[in-house]
Nanobody, 116 residues
Framework: QVQLVESGGGLVQPGGSLRLSCQAS????????MSWYRQVSGKQRELVTY???????YYDDSIKGRFTISRDDAEKTMYLQMNSLKPEDTAVYYC??????????WGQGTQVTVSS
């Protein structure tokens, strides 16, 4: 059973930085594509970025140049370094593990609020 636990969210001023972490349990982390999604209340959850098992990376245009995704397979942890944060980055951020043909697991989410 895969479990994902996010941490690192909080309140930050515009232009500030936060680093999110997603700690995974189980033995398939290194074989999985890891993703960050975010969701604003009343809106659909949207893909922000992902990193594959081989290290290929995708960034949504809205965060290019500001956010950096990384992974540490030995620690079974994925990170999202968020710089130059904007109020429109405010959302609940979720990590997702994709594995096998259709396997997926989600974390519980961590709130990021960007406000002065």
């Amino acid at each position: 059973q895969v479990q994902l636990v996010e941490s690192g969210g909080g309140l930050v001023q515009p232009g500030g930085s936060l680093r999110l972490s997603c700690q995974a349990s189980g033995s398939i982390f290194s074989l999985s594509t890891m993703s960050w999604y975010r969701q604003v209340s009343g809106k659909q959850r949207e893909l922000v970025t992902y990193i594959t098992a081989s290290g290929s990376i995708y960034y949504d245009d809205s965060i290019k140049g500001r956010f950096t995704i990384s992974r540490d397979d030995a620690e079974k942890t994925m990170y999202l370094q968020m710089n130059s944060l904007k109020p429109e980055d405010t959302a609940v951020y979720y990590c997702k593990m994709s594995y096998g043909t259709n396997g997926a697991a989600w974390g519980q989410g961590t709130q990021v609020t960007v406000s002065s």
